[in-house]
């Protein structure tokens, strides 16, 4: 069965660093989403992306993070200065549909531990 | 401000008992999710309900999507331990392209 994989599954980091999180979606999905899930809270909606930019972000996706699909296969979110607030379980997640229209896969996470 | 809820936040049940975990919007949903996690762990796909009135199944588990669209509910019969886990509903609820999130619901489930 096709799944959704993200690298690295845990990161260390020391704050100010930059750091890239990898994503895998599924070969013939067409949207793309980062969450992010502070230990203990709910997941919360960064970013969507589609037809190679965004297309929705929450108020959390602020200009220290971007995202990028340089190669057709990988999605990456790039924390460019890390903050300890950073520190969480970010998921990506792909659909070959809109939201409501199918299901939404989603990767085991990356855990980002800041220093 | 928080446009999906759920109740309650966390549950803890006798092995054997059913339950019911609801998700609220104060708006129509364009599609409502179901999703289990594990803690620690990622998201697990449950069942997607696209119409109002809608009711899915999966084993013990029962959905259903309330015919204005703006509520749902979640029904675990003769619950285990192996259903223990946080529940999640999530939609998009704009008509574009964000899905959000529940508060979840914390399920302990006591052998």
């Known amino acids: 069965e096709p799944e959704v994989t993200q690298t690295p599954s845990h990161q260390v980091t020391q704050m100010g660093q930059e750091v890239i999180l990898r994503c895998v979606p599924i070969?013939?999905?067409?949207?793309f989403y980062w969450y992010r899930q502070i230990l203990g809270q709910k997941v919360e909606f960064l970013v969507s992306?589609?037809?190679?930019?965004?297309?929705?972000k929450s108020e959390i996706f602020d200009d220290q993070f971007s995202v990028e699909r340089p190669d057709g296969s990988n999605f990456t979110l790039k924390i460019r200065s890390t903050k300890l607030e950073d520190s969480a379980m970010y998921f990506c997640?792909?659909?070959?549909?809109?939201?409501?229209?199918?299901?939404?896969?989603f990767g085991e996470g990356s855990r980002l531990t800041v220093l | 401000s928080q446009e999906l809820e759920q109740s309650p936040q966390s549950l803890i049940v006798q092995e054997g008992k059913n339950l019911t975990i609801n998700c609220t919007s104060s708006?129509?949903?364009?599609?409502l999710y179901w999703y289990k996690q594990k803690y620690g762990e990622g998201l697990i796909f449950l069942m997607m309900?696209?119409?109002?009135?809608e009711e899915k199944s999966h084993e013990k588990i029962t959905a259903k999507l309330d015919e204005k669209k703006q509520q749902s509910s979640l029904h675990i019969t003769a619950s285990q331990p192996s259903h223990a886990g946080i529940y999640l509903c999530?939609?998009?609820?704009?008509?574009?392209?964000?899905?959000?999130f529940g508060t979840g619901t914390s399920l302990t489930v006591i052998p």
């Open positions: 997640a792909s659909t070959l549909w809109t939201p409501g229209t199918g299901e939404l896969f």
């Open positions: 070969s013939n999905h067409l949207y």
């Open positions: 992306f589609y037809n190679n930019e965004i297309s929705e």
């Open positions: 708006k129509t949903l364009y599609g």
């Open positions: 309900l696209q119409k109002g009135g």
């Open positions: 999530g939609a998009d609820m704009h008509g574009g392209n964000q899905f959000y």
